[in-house]
């Protein structure tokens, strides 16, 4: 019998391994799981450790800031803690007039009602670039820091193993999560390799898999369950941390 599950979610089911981007209003960062290790410990997750120099201390964090950064003529600069310290740089140096620097404008989307080839996005200087340009270029560049890192780590896959998964905000239409969806192709993920999740939802669908409570049968054996059968749970998003 043919099977009644879509053929992306068919596909989903043999890749070897899943990456998951959470391209943030403040913050973003990225994770990875590989297939074996998920049916052993679906907790066993990989992140990305980002630093950032603070005088003479150093910051490390799993997440960078949404920040971007494009040169003069329209190419692609930096991201994240690169971007912000490179700006401050021109800024002081007052070489940044003519930089491209976006920051918190993912909920742009949200905010804008009718989404276009043609929309800009406007930079905290006045300057504009169309708002496609900017979104892949920064799926693209976490894209590419999670392909790179696995190549010299060594734990990597083939990249057409990897199946990659985009969450966004529950309350964003579906215009929105259809630019998203475009920006990512774009930024180079096959459509048949990306899914698209609500944020809200992949979060309890984490929580379902937290150890919460040690139960003791009656033979005196210990397990660890999570959240049992018709057990309520609140998710809490705290946007910025």
């Known amino acids: 019998m043919a099977s009644a599950l879509p053929v ?14 959470d391209f943030g209003t403040t913050y973003s960062g990225y994770a990875f799981s590989f297939r074996t290790d998920f049916l052993e410990n679906p907790l066993k ?3 990305n450790k980002c630093e950032s120099q603070g005088g003479s ?5 799993m997440k960078t800031p949404s920040r971007v950064l494009f040169s003069p003529d ?48 406007t930079d905290n200087k ?4 169309p708002a496609h340009k900017v979104f892949s270029s920064c799926i693209r560049y976490l894209k590419d820091h999670l392909v790179n890192l696995q190549s010299v780590t060594g734990k990597g896959l083939m990249f057409i193993e990897m199946h990659w ?15 998203m969806r475009e920006a990512a192709v774009e930024a180079g993920i096959a459509t048949e390799n990306l899914s698209l999740a609500l944020e809200p939802e992949a979060a309890a669908l984490y929580c379902r898999y937290l150890p919460m409570e040690k139960v003791v049968d009656s033979s005196g054996k210990a ?14 998003d705290a946007g910025g941390l």
Do not use: C
Not at 115 to 120: G, P
Not at 126 to 129: E, N, P, S, T
Not at 165 to 179: E, N
């Open 8 to 21: 992306s979610v068919q596909a989903t089911k043999y890749r070897l391994q899943v990456a998951a981007i």
């Open 74 to 121: 329209g190419n692609f600069d930096s991201f994240g803690y690169d971007a912000e310290e490179k700006y401050l740089t021109l800024a002081m140096d007052e070489q940044h007039a003519r930089w491209f620097y976006f920051k918190n404008f993912k909920m742009f989307l949200y905010e804008t009602k009718k989404l276009t080839r043609s929309t800009t996005l």
């Open 126 to 129: 006045g300057l504009k670039m």
């Open 45 to 47: 997750i990989l992140t």
């Open 223 to 236: 397990s660890i369950e999570s959240f049992a059968p018709g057990k309520r749970y609140l998710v809490l």
């Open 165 to 179: 998964v985009l969450t966004v905000p529950a309350i964003w239409g579906d215009s929105a999560k259809q630019f």
């Open 57 to 61: 201390a150093t910051l490390v964090s």
